[in-house]
């Protein structure tokens, strides 16, 4: 079978459930496949090491799924766990696709990853920042590529079902593991990722993540993987046609949900300049705390080109607190926002306590008044053509470009006035991410009153802000931490005021100037006097901020009606979406109450 895979994603996310029906996932029946793995990696392990005071947990994915606990007390410092790399049997694009190069194989699948693997490399050199999207995206490949191959060899009636050669070796030597990741449906039924945006359906993405920043990272990580199925469709149904496209796209997909849910990036340089991903057992099952993580974990490899390039060295998971007996190991997978956590690993961490996240404001009024002195009749405010968004749409690269250019510029005039001191301002304990204002679209629906029938998603552009919020019980005052988390965007709103104010002459004067940078970087310094930035940055941060607060409630209203009333609106499935969309929709609230004029810390006393 030919061509490119026919089926559009939903009826794909509907079908995927029917593939792979009556037949074992895992060799050894009756064990769990993270047991297996868990028992297999240490029995081929000679040098790793696990505390005898710590064990494998195996819970329903409704409940964290497996995780590892202490039986006993374990005391800060202890190595909970030492793993041997070269001897566990890791997963990674790199090893795989260097061993088929070398040997002289006919794989159409990974042929096809080799040469996405080395232009990605290619190009990645040429940047300051690469894009891991992609080196994701070939990992993810080679891991459905080896579990269709394994799958086949596995339950094949005939030996020339399965092409001998690399694939179907890397398969049998990485077996249980390819055997442990999620993939649909487990032999017991269930769902293993019920909550992953990969399995929900177009519907409830589009319905319960709706106003959140989460809807935008959900439909572009869908859109993504769904160009590159595209790409991927003639080679994957070459090597596998007898399995057909069900079976294909459920191992791809179950593929990316694996890769961005468990998969590790190489401190050590190992792979591509510290920026490969692998998928490494046993320490894949620690679950995530971020407030409060009792172990970490670090890469021990030997300095040394060719013991990093065998991949040989140690990964250490080390106690950083006394850890009582029945407590679970967490580790933190990294300081993410909610949204971000959720679109890669299927779940919003529980706010036990206090914890950094982040919202998005518009950067611009939803509809933009290009005449605001002109009074117009409300009946005509749909057909004014002053009130005109699509001005914003079109004009969006311009000024994104031009808000952080003018940023950029007035933290480097701020640091001039400072005296060149402007590390002082970046001390403390922020994320570092936080430390610099970031521009992300927001994907939204048209407003209501423009009579314009828009047929693509509309992008806004927003500022990513960043406090602590807390939970009900704690008592700490943050108001300092809100208050920076303003100070750090204020710049970027000044500049927006400052290019509507540009647009607007612009408008007045029939002239189709492009909007200067320049203007902008001096309204967000303040030193451009003809208006009060300050107010009107301000004025616009706080518009953006009611906007988003009112987007959100709304939304989260119709989320919770869309769920009362929809067909499948009792399944357990669909209601733990629901709960996950309404955490990541809390989140986003909670930052934004916390910097909204009415909470402790008054806006105006920002800047
Ligand atoms: C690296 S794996 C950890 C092992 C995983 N629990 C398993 O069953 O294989 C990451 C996945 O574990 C789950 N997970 C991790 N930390 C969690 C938490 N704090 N709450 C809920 N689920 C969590 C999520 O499904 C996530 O995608």
């Known amino acids: 079978m030919r061509g490119v895979f026919v089926v559009a994603l939903p009826y794909y996310l509907a079908a995927r459930v029917e593939s792979f029906n009556g037949v074992k996932s895992n060799q050894s029946a009756g064990v769990h496949p993270h047991k297996f793995v868990w028992q297999r990696t240490l029995e081929n392990s000679p040098n790793s090491f696990v505390h005898p005071s710590v064990d494998l947990a195996i819970r329903p994915p409704s409940n964290g799924g497996t995780g590892i606990v202490a039986k006993d007390v374990l005391a800060e410092g202890s190595v909970a766990l030492s793993l041997s790399l070269h001897e566990i049997g890791m997963i990674d694009a790199r090893s795989i696709l260097d061993g088929f190069d070398a040997g002289e194989d006919d794989d159409a699948v990974l042929s096809m990853l080799s040469d996405m693997w080395k232009n990605e490399v290619k190009h990645a050199k040429d940047k300051e920042v690469s894009e891991d999207g992609k080196r994701l995206a070939v990992l993810a490949g080679c891991l459905a590529h080896l579990q269709l191959t394994r799958f086949k060899d596995k339950t094949a009636w005939t030996s020339n079902e399965v092409n001998e050669g690399h694939a179907l070796r890397e398969s049998r030597r990485l077996g249980p593991f390819l055997d442990a990741m999620p993939l649909l449906p487990t032999p017991d039924g269930t769902n293993p990722m019920p909550t992953h945006y990969l399995y929900w359906s177009d519907d409830e993405i589009q319905m319960l993540l709706a106003g959140t920043f989460g809807l935008t ?32 796209l459920n191992s791809v997909f179950s593929s990316f949900a694996s890769v961005m849910s468990r998969s590790f990036g190489d401190d050590v340089g190992r792979d591509l300049d510290g920026k490969g991903r692998m998928l490494v057992p046993v320490v894949d099952m620690l679950n995530h705390d971020t407030e409060d993580p009792n172990v970490h974990w670090t890469w021990h490899v030997k300095d040394d080109e060719d013991e990093i390039s065998q991949g040989k060295g140690d990964i250490l998971v080390t106690a950083l607190r006394d850890i009582k007996a029945g407590e679970e190991l967490l580790k933190c997978y990294g300081w993410r926002p909610s949204w971000d956590i959720a679109s890669s690993y299927g779940f919003v961490p ?257 800047s």
């Open 350 to 606: 529980a706010l036990n306590n206090e914890r950094w996240d982040c919202a998005v404001i518009p950067l611009f009024p939803p509809i933009l008044d290009l005449e605001p002195d002109e009074i117009s009749p409300p009946t005509s405010a749909c057909k004014d053509e002053t009130r005109v968004d699509m001005l914003l749409e079109s004009n969006y690269g311009p000024l994104v470009k031009g808000v952080l250019a003018a940023v950029n510029a007035a933290s480097e005039i701020r640091a001039r006035q400072d005296g060149g001191n402007e590390e002082v301002a970046h001390v403390g304990e922020r994320p570092d991410q936080l430390r610099r204002v970031e521009v992300v679209s927001l994907f939204r629906p048209a407003p209501a009153n423009v009579d314009i029938d828009f047929a693509f998603p509309r992008r806004q552009p927003c500022v990513v802000i960043g406090t602590k919020i807390q939970s009900e019980s704690c008592k700490s005052d943050n108001s300092l931490h809100h208050k920076e988390a303003i100070d750090a965007v204020i710049p970027a709103f000044k500049a927006a005021a400052s290019a509507m104010e540009q647009l607007r002459r612009n408008h007045r004067e029939g002239n189709t100037e492009p909007i200067s940078a320049a203007q902008m970087a001096k309204a967000a310094a303040s030193l451009d006097t003809s208006k009060d930035w300050d107010t009107l940055g301000i004025e616009l941060l706080e518009a953006g901020i009611r906007d988003r607060i009112d987007t959100l409630v709304q939304e989260g209203r119709a989320a919770n009606a869309w769920l009362a009333t929809s067909v499948a609106g009792n399944s357990k499935e669909r209601e733990m979406r629901a709960g996950m969309a309404q955490d990541v929709r809390s989140s986003e609230l909670a930052v934004l109450r916390a910097v909204h004029p009415s909470a402790q810390s008054p806006i105006r006393n920002a």
């Open 217 to 248: 990272r959900a439909r572009e990580n869908r859109a993504g993987i769904g160009l590159v199925l595209r790409q991927w469709s003639p080679s994957f149904l070459k090597e596998h046609s007898t399995l057909g496209q069900t079976a294909i």
